[in-house]
């Protein structure tokens, strides 16, 4: 049997961009991408107060998202998509072991999930060309992008070290292994 193809989608939300993000096009082309050719599509969308409220405007994901018919959601309050929602349960429901992670914000919750999912034994690779973030005081939002990529390519989780691939990579893994 051929390997799960599930691709888990962190906030790309109409209220996250409301605060510009760098190369929104090509970053929803290369989800949009992974999610036409995925199993199983898990989108994560963020709620609190001042726009991102359930059922809101700014809480919706980008209209130009690609949301597969039987995608599965979930909400989160933290940048963590773990932390305290049903996304644990959901993945054994599913019996997943394995996804990829692309979405926003790279330095936040795309970085945060990544990490306890790893720390939770799950084989995560990231679509290192499919997340993205905003220029931040520190650092402008290329070299965040570069520098957690890097970050990831290096943790240290002996047995379950974390991916990086270019989606073109992913895909091309997935047609081989149908």
């Known amino acids: 049997m051929s390997e799960k193809r599930v691709v888990m989608v962190v906030d790309m939300q109409q209220g996250v961009f409301a605060t510009p993000r760098i190369q929104r096009e090509?970053?929803?082309?290369?989800?949009?991408?992974?999610?036409?050719?995925a199993d199983t599509v898990i989108f994560i969308q963020h709620t609190e107060a001042g726009g991102l409220?359930?059922?809101?405007?700014?809480?919706?994901?980008?209209?130009?998202?690609?949301?597969?018919?039987?995608?599965?959601?979930?909400?989160?309050?933290a940048c963590d998509a773990f932390y305290r929602t049903s996304l644990a349960a959901l993945l054994s429901e599913l019996d997943i072991h394995h996804f990829v992670l692309c979405g926003c914000a790279t330095d936040y919750c795309v970085d945060t999930t990544l990490k306890n999912g790893v720390s939770r034994g799950y084989h995560i690779t990231v679509a290192g060309d499919a997340h993205t973030t905003a220029h931040r005081p520190a650092a402008r939002a290329e070299t965040l992008i570069n520098h957690y990529?890097?970050?990831?390519?290096?943790?240290?989780?002996?047995?379950?070290?974390?991916?990086?691939?270019?989606?073109?990579?992913?895909?091309?893994?997935w047609k081989a292994n149908q």
Do not use: M
Not at 27 to 34: E, F, M, T
Not at 53 to 77: D, I, M, N, R, W
């Open 26 to 37: 090509q970053c929803v082309s290369r989800i949009n991408q992974l999610t036409q050719a």
């Open 53 to 77: 409220e359930e059922g809101s405007e700014g809480f919706a994901l980008l209209p130009e998202l690609h949301q597969p018919e039987g995608a599965h959601y979930v909400t989160k309050t």
């Open 149 to 173: 990529n890097d970050v990831w390519r290096d943790l240290i989780a002996p047995g379950n070290p974390p991916g990086v691939k270019l989606t073109e990579t992913i895909l091309a893994h």
